[in-house]
């Protein structure tokens, strides 16, 4: 069992396995083995609590279903049950997906990462850049010269009224 | 203090998971920070544009950026570009746009390893032409359509199974050689391997050429200028890719660059003054000193370094 401990310090306690799929963890505590429990503590400062009970909590659903056995031997209906699992997991909002890319980066949880990473595109996807703007709250810094000039020689597609 | 905790962790080892996962702490004593805890990743959006200030990608470090962008077609990119400077950079990544431009294209039909301009123009340009060949000839009726059914494929994305997956990128030799080998491996294209990511830390990777490819899944990485594996390698202050090993000079921002140059201005001021050019002070001490027969000439040999 370790434990993790939050910015907030609030504290958690897992399973060594379970924690090992992060590999930044698993790398400390392979550092740290053969010496007295209290080592079995971790800090993990970048972090407020909030986002390692979800992280947890994907860790617990991925330590059910080890790659090595999905590889093998998951039927198709386990593999479409944990899309679907991961699909709802994945659907909240856009600021605790942010923290979701950093927790998983700063921790190496390379699954959870590309998960995240891949939701927060899926908001940009198909959208115009006022859209992506207002979604992402950036205000735009373009001057209005560089809006009428520079930018769309640089970034035009063939617009259709030139062949119409 | 540090021990009581430990103590206390001993209590709860057999108590079940999830009931054990939230209880306070406001007990920490303890500050032990895992060392490598945050990866150093390219920081190339320093150069440029240093990050966004506001909104809700502000907390995202600029290296990221790409992860996020990677599951983007070229029209979405585009809108990106057009939000702020920050994103303008980062959308126009150079790996981005060559993937986008090989899975529309084929890597075959791009110019090899020397190009005149950034996949991103190259991919705008291809398709202005593809655009005005396509609709030169049709029929005139049908024009607003046929411009319609054009512009629809830069709509095109990559697939989820696509995004880490490097093949897309290779020239045909070099994909017969890979498939080949995939084939002779029993792995096949659209195999899905579940919670496997692949990354330099957990994978074996066979070599063919500039070609990585993970023995467990057979995804491909391929180690030239537009690698992203990288990380910054904190004690030689380079990036070194985590698959290949390959090493990459580390981008510059402004200042840094000022300072380089002035140390290299420094730099070549002494070396014109020292008789032995090339080498640093101990190399020389090395040289004198090899052809001493005692501790004696030694010492007086090296007075002059």
């Known amino acids: ?164 | 203090m540090a021990d009581e905790i430990g103590d206390g962790d001993d209590e709860l080892l057999v108590s079940l998971l999830e009931s054990e996962l939230f209880s306070d702490a406001s007990d920490s004593e303890r500050e032990d920070e895992p060392r490598s805890l945050k990866k150093q990743r390219l920081e190339k959006g320093e150069s440029s544009c240093a990050q966004i200030e506001t909104g809700f990608f502000s907390k995202i470090p600029p290296e990221l950026f790409h992860h996020i962008f990677k599951f983007l077609s070229s029209e979405d990119l585009i809108s990106c570009t057009l939000v702020c400077r920050f994103m303008s950079f980062a959308a126009s990544d150079e790996t981005l746009w060559r993937r986008l431009y090989c899975m529309r294209w084929g890597a075959a039909s791009a110019t090899g390893k020397f190009r005149a301009s950034a996949w991103k123009k190259l991919y705008i340009q291809r398709d202005e032409e593809d655009m005005v060949e396509f609709v030169r000839n049709c029929p005139m009726e049908f024009k607003e359509y046929y411009i319609q059914m054009q512009a629809a494929k830069r709509s095109q994305a990559p697939l989820p199974s696509q995004v880490n997956d490097d093949s897309i990128i290779l020239d045909r030799t070099v994909a017969d050689q890979v498939s080949m080998w995939k084939s002779k491996r029993g792995l096949t294209d659209d195999e899905l391997v579940i919670g496997h990511v692949c990354s330099g830390n957990t994978c074996s990777y066979t070599k063919i050429g500039d070609v990585f490819i993970c023995e467990k899944t057979g995804r491909v990485h391929v180690c030239d200028d537009t690698c992203r594996e990288v990380v910054l390698d904190q004690s030689s202050g380079t990036l070194v890719c985590t698959i290949s090993g390959h090493c990459y000079d580390r981008w510059l921002s402004p200042d840094e660059e000022t300072d380089t140059d002035a140390d290299q201005q420094q730099g070549g001021v002494t070396d014109e003054a020292e008789p032995f050019m090339g080498s640093g002070r101990f190399a020389r001490a090395y040289l004198l000193g090899y052809n001493c027969a005692d501790e004696k000439e030694l010492e007086a040999t090296l007075r002059f370094c």
């Open chain 1, 1 to 164: 069992m370790i434990t993790l401990i939050s910015s907030d310090k609030r504290k958690f306690h897992v399973l060594e396995e379970v924690a090992n799929q992060s590999l930044t963890i698993r790398d400390v505590i392979e550092d740290r083995r053969g010496r007295r429990r209290a080592d079995r503590i971790i800090l993990v400062t970048n972090i407020n609590s909030k986002i390692p009970e979800k992280v947890i909590v994907y860790w617990l659903r991925h330590f059910l279903m080890p790659e090595e056995i999905a590889h093998a031997s998951m039927s198709h209906k386990k593999a479409e049950k944990l899309k679907k699992w991961e699909a709802k997991f994945f659907d909240t909002d856009i600021d605790t997906l942010n923290d979701l890319i950093l927790a998983a980066d700063s921790l190496d949880i390379p699954s959870l990462f590309d998960g995240a990473c891949e939701k927060v595109s899926d908001i940009l996807k198909n959208r115009s850049a006022e859209e992506v703007g207002e979604i992402s709250k950036i205000e735009n810094e373009f001057t209005h010269e560089e809006e009428e000039e520079e930018i769309p020689s640089e970034n035009a597609w063939v617009w259709r009224n030139e062949f119409a």
